[in-house]
């Protein structure tokens, strides 16, 4: 079964860190393009982060140069580190797969999700 | 970054209506459009792609159509599982981005 998990979440001070993981499994994690999206009541569904099969990254504006995404293909494993985490970071942060079809692509595997809380 | 507007924000219907999404982008998009469901306390779940293409193992009672800026979900005979909220997301550019989404609720 293909199969995304994240951990990590938690409670956090602002300006504080967390890293969060997304342990992959059922597919061969190497040959896919990995994403981080966070979901709040009020943005609604916000894209983060992605890294490429080659290890190429991407962020959103508003997270770069606080956030970092990795991955270990051996470990099937993804990761973002968060740091300088601010309250508006608050959010259910979602791992998701990218499908690449014809030069189309979406978000086909979600995991779960875990919850990221920025408060004092 | 291109702005994606769904209407509804919400709906009512019953079991057995077709209910009826929209979508627009800010610009112009192309067939990049992608449709999700998703459920309380659960992630998205991938409907359509590429504005039409349903993605395997989603019933044939959804599709989607439109390019450009002006896309459509349709359900037909709506089933009690299909109460829920739906998504639509621009895959022509960077950053990928979501409409705000639509509530299907229970008459």
């Known amino acids: 079964e293909v199969q995304l998990v994240e951990s990590g979440g938690g409670l956090v001070q602002p300006g504080g860190s967390l890293r969060l993981s997304c342990a992959a499994s059922g597919f061969t994690f190497s040959d896919y393009d990995m994403h981080w999206v966070r979901q709040t009541p009020d943005e609604g569904l916000e894209w983060v982060s992605a890294?490429?099969?080659?290890?190429?990254?991407y962020y959103l504006d508003s997270v770069k140069g606080r956030f970092t995404i990795s991955r270990e293909n051996p470990q099937s494993s993804l990761s973002l580190q968060m740091n300088s985490l601010r309250a508006e970071d608050t959010a259910v942060y979602y791992c998701?797969?990218?499908?690449?079809?014809?030069?189309?692509?979406?978000?086909?595997?979600w995991g779960p999700g875990t919850v990221v809380t920025v408060s004092s | 970054d291109i702005q994606m507007t769904q209407s509804p924000s919400s709906l009512s219907a019953s079991v057995g209506d077709r209910v009826t999404i929209t979508c627009r982008a800010s610009q112009t998009i192309s067939s990049y459009l992608n449709w999700y469901q998703q459920k309380p306390g659960k992630a998205p779940k991938l409907l359509i792609y590429?504005?039409?293409k349903l993605q395997s193992g989603v019933p044939s009672r959804f599709s989607g159509s439109g390019s450009g800026r002006d896309f459509t979900l349709i359900i037909n005979t709506l089933q009690p599982e299909d109460f829920a909220t739906y998504y639509c997301?621009?895959?022509?550019?960077?950053?990928?981005?979501f409409g705000g989404g639509t509530k299907v609720e229970i008459k």
């Open positions: 997301q621009q895959s022509h550019s960077s950053p990928r981005t």
């Open positions: 890294i490429g099969t080659a290890g190429d990254t």
């Open positions: 998701a797969r990218r499908l690449e079809s014809y030069g189309h692509d979406a978000f086909d595997v």
């Open positions: 590429a504005a039409y």
